[in-house]
């Protein structure tokens, strides 16, 4: 019996419920051709759900080509990255122009595999356009050029392998020629009116696993000259018809490393999950296993499936105040599904062992049975755990080095102050300008999502004031009357800058207008276990 995960895999290549399962992430920029996001959000899902319609044709005309117009990190070969590389002689400028035409190249055998493929379910169009791309080029295009390179090397002549590299520039160019491009496009054309339509989607980086990263330093060249060949040769407009869509982790989107990024703005699709959008994810999930075990369900009013496995309320181990317990998941989680799922799923898994019995028999909840408030904290701080060593591998791609300013975080009380933050063990990881050095790491703790900002109103101006500037949406839910509330940023729910918060509520320097608002700074509650601190706020840190 093939394993699977409860409520599905946290990878959406290999989820077996995405499809019965699909909940969107809300907001129109979800329909861009290049997504940028945080590790777990739902990209990779987001682009299985797009082309969902395509790989069922494929998968009726052959089960084992339902993905032909997918790449992820597992179809570039290593080898192929290091031998241009040192072929290149690790001269940057040229390593890209290599790379460029290997993504060029790739682009258009995935569109012309699908072309193949689909020839029949296309009703065999004629022209001269489809007799040289499904003669010609179809029958030798199922394998990626990252696959067929090094084999290419290795049938080079004595006298071809003194130039190696040129040889290799001429067969790439060869397959990514204008004339292919150009019979692709009429290809199109023919069939741009059909339903069905060819497309190719990459994900040249894994997270959290990346041998890439790992194991090169080419981890941002690659993605770097993905974008650069998108936006050269595969924009959308009337003349250029194949949808090529892009998935790139946060990490590896960054503005002074990837060419031009502000031509490559308007196509890029960035999106945030809402608590709504998060529950009906789970729920429907949730739903599907209890038909899978035979339990009945009918939502009625606020009754959902939730409520059904979970008790209604939890309370945390620091306040004891009684959270509702999807909120409690929310908050821990950074709204990122993979998160949620995780988190859900330790939750069954540890009451299951707590009673030892399945996971279907908690499924089932007979005799009012559900998961216990001790088993959910549980596994709360289990997934954690996992999640914070994510967290600090994440932050540390995008910000080399930043693992030193976590360190220093290390036992703090929290919520803490920024004068406290300088008080920390800087001085040998700073800059000569020690002021300096402090935003520095400030900044990219922030931006990391290690930290957040917690603004205390004290007075129902203030809170009238931090609604109207904050937003209601970074509300604690344990505020306690109409003139006192708590409000959490962080940087996955606000995009003001986080000094910006600093200077405009703190008063510490007696100087400012705001003085029923108390500003402190916080830790993210994914990263207590992580950095031992101790928490002494009176109350729940974190939305």
Not at 38 to 48: A, I, M, S, Y
Not at 383 to 406: K, M, N, Q
Request: hydrophobic content about 35%.
């Amino acid at each position: 019996m093939q394993f699977r995960q409860l409520f599905g895999n946290e990878h959406a290549a290999a989820d077996d419920l995405l499809e019965d399962c699909y909940v969107p992430p809300p907001g129109t920029a979800v329909g861009n051709p290049i997504l940028v996001g945080r590790w777990g959000t739902g990209k990779t899902g987001l682009l299985l759900h797009r082309n969902a319609k395509l790989s069922r044709v494929l998968r009726d005309i052959d089960p084992n080509s339902d993905r032909i117009w997918y790449l992820d990190e597992t179809g570039i070969q290593l080898q192929t990255l290091q031998r241009v590389q040192e072929l290149c002689n690790a001269d940057e400028h040229l390593v890209k122009r290599v790379l460029e035409d290997l993504w060029k190249s790739e682009i258009l055998r995935c569109a012309v595999a699908s072309l193949y493929h689909l020839y029949d379910f296309y009703g065999r169009p004629t022209g001269p356009h489809w007799d040289e791309v499904i003669g010609v080029f179809g029958k030798t295009t199922t394998s990626s050029v990252w696959e067929w390179v090094p084999a290419l090397f290795g049938s080079f002549s004595a006298s071809e392998k003194k130039n190696s590299l040129q040889n290799l520039m001429d067969r790439l160019r060869e397959i990514s020629s204008q004339r292919l491009m150009n019979n692709v496009q009429a290809c199109l054309r023919d069939i741009k009116d059909h339903p069905v339509q060819p497309s190719v989607a990459i994900e040249p980086i894994e997270t959290p696993d990346s041998r890439i990263e790992d194991e090169t330093d080419l981890a941002q060249t690659l993605v770097t000259c993905l974008l650069n060949v998108f936006y050269k040769y595969f924009q959308p407009s009337y003349r250029q018809l194949l949808r090529v869509e892009i998935s790139i982790p946060w990490h590896r989107y960054v503005r002074d490393q990837v060419g031009e990024p502000q031509k490559l703005t308007p196509f890029v699709g960035r999106f945030k999950w809402t608590p709504s959008s998060l529950k009906g994810f789970i729920n429907k999930r949730i739903e599907w296993e209890f038909r899978r075990v035979g339990r009945s369900f009918v939502q009625k009013g606020t009754q959902d499936a939730w409520s059904l496995l979970f008790e209604p309320f939890v309370r945390n181990s620091v306040t004891r105040t009684p959270e509702d317990s999807f909120e409690y998941v929310l908050r821990h989680s950074q709204y990122r599904v993979r998160d949620v799922l995780r988190m859900t799923r330790m939750a069954v898994e540890f009451e299951a062992v707590k009673r030892e019995v399945d996971t279907d028999t908690v499924l089932r909840g007979r005799g009012g049975l559900k998961v216990t408030e001790k088993s959910f904290n549980a596994a709360i701080r289990r997934a954690c755990a996992d999640t914070s060593v994510e967290r600090v591998l994440e932050a540390s791609r995008r910000f080399p080095g930043i693992g030193r300013y976590i360190e220093a975080l290390r036992g703090i009380s929290v919520p803490f102050d920024f004068n406290e933050l300088k008080k920390r063990r800087w001085s040998h990881l700073l800059s000569e300008d020690e002021k300096d050095g402090v935003f520095k790491a400030f900044d990219q703790l922030w931006s990391a999502g290690i930290i957040g900002i917690q603004l205390h109103a004290q007075s129902k101006l203030a809170v009238d004031q931090l609604k109207g500037s904050i937003g209601s949406s970074c509300l604690s839910k344990s505020n306690r009357s109409e003139s006192e509330a708590v409000f959490y940023v962080f940087d996955h729910l606000s995009d003001r800058k986080p000094y910006e918060i600093l200077t405009t509520f703190d008063h510490s320097d007696g100087g400012n207008e705001h003085h029923d608002i108390q500003t402190k700074i916080v830790v993210h509650p994914i990263m207590f276990e992580y950095l031992d601190v101790r928490p002494v706020s009176e109350f729940p840190i974190g939305i």
